[in-house]
């Protein structure tokens, strides 16, 4: 078997996305995750671009043993100095430096040449390897960059000391024969040494993993993923799809470290601390992925799996017959179902969730797995406005009426309005209170489950002074939620 590294980029290309944003610890929680499900490499930041990237990127490294850990710079000095010192705890480290190669960012976004450009990569990973000694180039817009030209850059930075080549398509332009075309051309015409070739394929024509599986048959060695294919806009490549793509055609003679067990939580964590749903009907990882409905299909599975069933779901950790938690469980199931989903909890910490879950099991009948991830989600951050209270009154041939309470930095306001529904009516009494200007640019609210006692997730973006903040909150009450979501985004520009 031919071993394929597995570089995730979650912590870094996923958390670029907006209103995917995680502080320290999250990204440690997430990082641990990643250890315990066998990535090779965790790509942790871009510690040049802020002050808690940077921090992370420190964190991450002393909280992690085996993958080695990655930051990401331009092809700057001062950049590649930042990453190097916010790896210094790291046992294994990585500096991930590159430039853009394709004319248009040549010519646009630099105003070189290309030779001029092959210059800097080569600077930028010759100045790399003076602080460590694993550096991986990326090739900016690699897809749309003419492989002859490309080669020529990859031959300098192997010659310079690039230990992995990157051949990132940053649009998600290519077709898959085109990007695995690329990869051998790259292959047959550089002397490539004992560096590899990574794979590091956007979302945004649905590509992404046929993409990358073209990569790997046509000689890459590395593949850059994310948990859900999080990622710039459309996304980027999921982890999951590829590696279990690889596993389930064994026969091509690949394999990864992945321990694909934890895959179905680390998907869940992911997407319960990033506020990113996952679509019911997303490869793998989504509600729906083993679900059969049609009559056809549950005759066929009922008579033998194998008939509608390629993948065994509890090879990426689906347990159907998990313990269902409810009011009558105790501590001990829930601290194990946690840890299942890959959160450790002790103590005061987990005696504060537990309460939390009490409450919401009188509410709810059954409580499944993105319920829990809730729990021990978001809450106790340090907010300035809180609600005290919410009543709404509303119902057919009434006019909807909502009541609300707010504490703001320890003073109290009340506010009453009517308004177009209850979540409206409600909003506005927030609206009479907090007197800004605050427009509501995208207001989404899923159900988790499909019972009505279920809880609705609700997503808001909104926009304040030409800037847009995110805004999140779940509860069986949808009212309630829409209120809470609202008031988070506030949370973010209130001082
Ligand atoms: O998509 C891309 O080109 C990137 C690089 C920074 C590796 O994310
Ligand atoms: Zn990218």
Redesign the pocket.
């Known amino acids: 078997m031919e071993r394929i590294y597995v570089f995730d980029t979650t912590l870094r ?1 996923g958390e670029q996305v907006p209103g995917c944003q995680l502080n320290t610890i999250e990204k440690i929680q997430v990082a641990q995750t990643l250890e315990l499900l066998g990535v090779d490499v965790i790509e942790a930041g871009f510690p040049v671009s802020s002050p808690g990237d940077f921090n992370s990127v420190v964190e991450i490294s002393k909280a992690v043993t085996w993958p080695t850990i990655c930051a ?1 710079t331009r092809a700057v000095e001062k950049d590649i100095e930042v990453a190097a010192e916010a790896l210094k705890y790291a046992k294994r480290k990585r500096i991930h430096t ?1 430039i853009g190669t394709s004319d248009s960012h040549i010519k646009y976004k630099f105003n070189a040449t290309r030779e001029e450009i092959i210059e800097r990569a080569v600077k930028a990973v010759k100045y790399a390897r003076n602080f460590v000694d694993d550096v991986e180039f ?1 090739a ?2 690699a897809g749309r960059t003419e492989n002859e030209y490309l080669a020529r850059v990859v031959q300098a930075v192997v010659n310079a000391g690039a230990t992995v080549v ?1 051949i ?1 398509d ?1 649009t998600g332009y290519c077709f898959p024969d085109e990007y695995g075309a690329k990869i051998k051309y790259l292959i047959d015409n550089v002397d490539l040494k004992d560096a590899i070739l990574s794979t ?1 394929c ?1 979302q945004d024509l649905g590509m992404a993993t046929a993409n990358t599986i073209a990569g790997v048959l046509n000689g890459a060695r590395q593949i850059e993923v994310t948990i859900n294919g999080i990622g ?1 806009r459309a996304g980027n490549t999921s982890l999951e799809e590829v590696v279990m793509a690889l596993k389930s055609h064994k026969d091509r003679g690949f394999d990864t470290n992945i321990n694909t067990q934890h895959i179905y939580s680390a998907s869940r964590m992911v997407s319960s601390l990033m506020n990113m749903p996952v679509q019911p009907n997303k490869a793998i990882v989504g509600r729906n992925a083993f679900a059969h409905s049609s009559g056809i299909h549950q005759d066929g599975v009922l008579k033998n799996v194998e008939t509608y069933e390629i993948i065994n779901p509890q090879d990426v950790g689906i347990d159907d017959n998990a313990i269902v938690l409810t009011a009558r469980s105790g501590r001990a199931a829930l601290k194990n179902r946690l840890a299942i989903l890959g959160v450790k909890l002790e103590g005061e910490e987990l005696d504060e969730v537990y309460q939390k879950f009490l409450e919401m099991a009188d509410r709810k009948k059954s409580i499944n797995d993105d319920d829990i991830l809730m729990l021990v989600g978001k809450d106790g951050r340090l907010t300035r406005i809180k609600i005290e209270y919410l009543q709404v009154l509303c119902g057919i041939g009434v006019r909807d009426v909502a009541s609300i309470g707010l504490d703001i930095a320890g003073e109290h306001f009340e506010a009453t309005a009517s308004g177009n529904g209850p979540v409206d009516a409600a909003i506005r009494a927030v609206k009479n209170i907090i007197r800004r200007k605050i427009k509501i640019k995208e207001f989404l609210i899923q159900a988790i489950d499909h019972g009505s006692d279920d809880i609705g997730k609700v997503h808001m973006q909104v926009e304040h002074n030409d800037i847009h903040y995110y805004g999140f909150s779940a509860n069986t009450d949808i009212v309630a939620a829409s209120v809470e979501a609202f008031i988070d985004a506030v949370n973010k520009f209130v001082n």
């Open positions: 290309d990401l590159g990326y900016e817009d990157n990132p940053t590091h956007h710039e």
